[in-house]
Nanobody
């Protein structure tokens, strides 16, 4: 079991930046690949970014490439999502998740989820 707690969400103006953090506890963090997903009101949860257990591989949704960066610090049991050039359409609840796969983008592959953190981008 691994427990995940997100933080760092908030209200930001369009064009601004936020860095989300996801702190893990429980089993060895470095044994899990991590992902970020988001869910906007009235929409399905969607993939944002993923990172392999070592941090050597990353994957991004097309609309986030060049604006978002996923990273991890296994010594701190934390995964990050740096979000730049934010747009109003980035407004959503952002979730981190863990998988035992090498890396994954499909929600169904992630067995552990945090409670989410709200990101609101004003125009």
């Amino acid at each position: 079991q691994v427990q995940l707690v997100e933080s760092g969400g908030g209200l930001v103006q369009a064009g601004g930046s936020l860095r989300l953090s996801c702190a893990a506890s429980g089993r060895t963090f470095s044994g899990y690949a991590m992902g970020w997903f988001r869910q906007a009101p009235g929409k399905e949860r969607e993939f944002v970014a993923a990172i392999s257990w070592s941090g050597g591989s990353t994957n991004y949704a097309d609309s986030m490439k060049g604006r978002f960066t996923i990273s991890r610090d296994n010594a701190k049991n934390t995964v990050y999502l740096q979000m730049n050039s934010l747009k109003p359409e980035d407004t959503a609840v952002y979730y981190c998740a863990a998988t035992t796969d090498y890396i994954a983008t499909d929600m169904k592959r992630f067995g552990y989820w945090g409670q989410g953190t709200q990101v609101t981008v004003s125009s």
